[in-house]
């Protein structure tokens, strides 16, 4: 998995967008943008992930640059049970790539 | 998506002991993944168990400490043995579906 590179720490007021970024200058053209987040000491959760295109589900939107080297999660609308650490992971999808490797993440504080 | 659950959800042990901790996914995979959360650290991948072979272990993590079975495509075990109070981690099952990884919810160990 490339290098990622995220802010140690974030706030965001609730009901405002989050946008949380990542560096991933490293990435190969196989690899994808993953974004999870860990609600204090629960298993992580996805979030999404996308190669080249900007992405958008039901969670968050992912924008990725054109020249992928980076990427910023979007949560349009924070609440304060967002409030969690969120991964950024650069990882060739499928099976045959195996683990992932978490950095330290961002500490996303959502505050009234 | 998969769901999975982990047996047991927390457990507090005596040093010297060990604990088997179980992971049930709702679907056949055919990657498990074992990995570590020491408190106040990121996760860090202990093994990977494929189905009818030997489960491959990462850099400073061995077979006689850190058993794994993996009896079918939906089950896996994950023995910690001979406990120390370092052990006292979160231990969590992650799954390989369609070229995301879903993690379980974790298991919870405190070592006395």
């Known amino acids: 998995d490339a290098k990622t590179t995220q802010p140690p720490s974030m706030d965001c007021a609730e009901g405002r967008a989050a946008n949380l970024p990542c560096n991933h200058s490293t990435i190969s053209g196989n690899e994808y943008v993953y974004w999870y987040r860990q609600i204090h000491s629960q298993g992580p959760q996805y979030i999404i992930h996308?190669?080249?295109n900007n992405e958008t589900n039901e969670m968050a939107s992912l924008i990725i640059t054109e020249d992928r080297k980076s990427s910023t999660l979007i949560l349009p609308h924070a609440t304060l049970r967002d409030t969690a650490v969120y991964y950024c992971i650069a990882h060739a999808g499928g099976t045959s790539y195996g683990k992932l490797t978490f950095g330290q993440g961002t500490i996303l504080t959502v505050h009234p | 998506s998969a769901v999975i659950s982990q047996k047991p959800s927390r457990d507090i042990c005596q040093r010297g002991t060990s604990l088997t901790i179980q992971c049930q996914v709702d679907s056949q995979v055919t990657m498990m993944f074992w990995y570590r959360q020491q408190p106040g650290q990121s996760l860090t991948l202990i093994a990977t168990a494929n189905q009818g072979s030997e489960a491959t272990y990462e850099s400073g993590f061995v077979i006689d400490k850190f058993p794994i079975s993996r009896p079918n495509l939906t089950f896996s075990t994950l023995t910690v043995s001979n406990m120390s109070p370092e052990d006292s981690s979160i231990y969590l099952c992650s799954v390989e579906n369609q070229e995301t990884q879903y993690f379980g919810p974790g298991t919870r160990l405190l070592v006395l």
């Open positions: 996308g190669l080249k």
